[in-house]
Nanobody
Framework: VQLQASGGGLVQPGGSLRLSCAAS????????MSWFRQAPGKEREFVAVIKRSGGPPYYSNSVKGRFTIARDNAKNMVYLQMTNLKPEDTAVYYCAARPRSWSGDYFLEVFYDYWGQGTLVTVSS
C-alpha cells in the first residue's frame, strides 16, 4: 500500500495550491479518501473527506468554502484544491484511506487504515 502526497510548497497569503495524492496497493475506488494536516506543535487534524462513490464531501469548519476535495478513480488520485490560503493553513498535509465500509467518525484518525508520508504547505509572505 502506498499513498504518495505531493504539491506542497511556499505560497503567499491569499494564494492557491493543489495537493495530489497517488494511491496504489488497495482498492482505491472502494475507499473513502481524506486529507488531514498537522501544524507545528499541534496535533494532526481532519481537513476533508470524500466517500468512495456519491454523496457530498465533508470539510472541517476552518477550511469550508476555501478547500475542495476531489477524486479520480480512473487514475487512483485524490486532490485537495486550496484557495484563499492563510498563514494558519501552514502544516504538513497527509492523505489517508479507508477501504472498509463507511462506519464511525470520519474526522478521527482511527477511521482510516492507510496513511501517506505528508507534504509541507507553508503560507507566508
Amino acid at each position: 500500500v502506498q499513498l504518495q502526497a505531493s504539491g506542497g510548497g511556499l505560497v503567499q497569503p491569499g494564494g492557491s495550491l493543489r495537493l495530489s495524492c497517488a494511491a496504489s496497493g488497495f482498492t482505491f475506488s472502494g475507499s473513502a479518501m481524506s486529507w488531514f494536516r498537522q501544524a507545528p506543535g499541534k496535533e494532526r487534524e481532519f481537513v476533508a473527506v470524500i466517500k468512495r462513490s456519491g454523496g457530498p464531501p465533508y470539510y472541517s469548519n476552518s477550511v469550508k468554502g476555501r478547500f475542495t476535495i476531489a477524486r479520480d478513480n480512473a487514475k487512483n488520485m485524490v486532490y485537495l484544491q486550496m484557495t484563499n490560503l492563510k498563514p494558519e493553513d501552514t502544516a504538513v498535509y497527509y492523505c489517508a484511506a479507508r477501504p472498509r465500509s463507511w462506519s464511525g467518525d470520519y474526522f478521527l484518525e482511527v477511521f482510516y487504515d492507510y496513511w501517506g508520508q505528508g507534504t509541507l504547505v507553508t503560507v507566508s509572505s
